[in-house]
């Protein structure tokens, strides 16, 4: 297995800056992990242990994208957070991000990507401009 080192951070575009990005992660190091890295590259952060802090998160910030880890504890998941995001009046363009394969993952209008977490997190990262404009428009 060979080392491809990590590709280099862009700062998101001027009318994006700025913009909160909700992240759901039931573990710390993740949660701290995608924290540093949105705040550095100029987003507000808002943090969620699981889905109740969540939404309570979304009511309270209304952020213009969340980055939701798929297996949150019971007794949501990452896609029954995104239900209930929308049930409250809260749709939030959402990008599930996971230790586990994504792939074949099921539709939903508010999902605009799945990413694995071994994938390099400016991939991830490279998503969210699109994702807050979706919102906007």
């Known amino acids: 297995m ?3 080192p990590p590709k280099p951070l862009s700062p998101p575009p001027r009318e994006v800056a700025g913009a909160c990005v909700l992240v759901v992660d039931d573990e710390q190091v993740w949660r ?9 590259l ?7 242990r699981d889905a109740q802090e969540a939404l309570a998160l979304a009511r309270r910030e209304r952020p213009r994208v969340a980055i939701v880890d798929l297996m949150l504890p019971e007794p949501l998941d990452g896609w029954a957070l995104v239900e209930e995001l929308r049930a409250q009046g809260t749709p939030t363009p959402v990008i599930l991000y996971s230790a586990y394969p994504v792939a074949g993952q099921r539709q939903d209008p ?4 799945c990413m ?3 994938t390099d997190r400016a991939e991830l ?13």
Do not use: H, N
């Open 32 to 40: 701290l992990i995608l924290e540093t890295d949105l705040r550095m």
């Open 110 to 113: 508010d999902v605009v990507g």
């Open 42 to 48: 100029g987003y507000r952060v808002a943090v969620a």
């Open 125 to 137: 990262y490279a998503l969210l401009p699109s994702a807050i404009r979706r919102l906007a428009s």
């Open 116 to 118: 694995s977490k071994v």
């Open 2 to 4: 060979s080392f491809e």
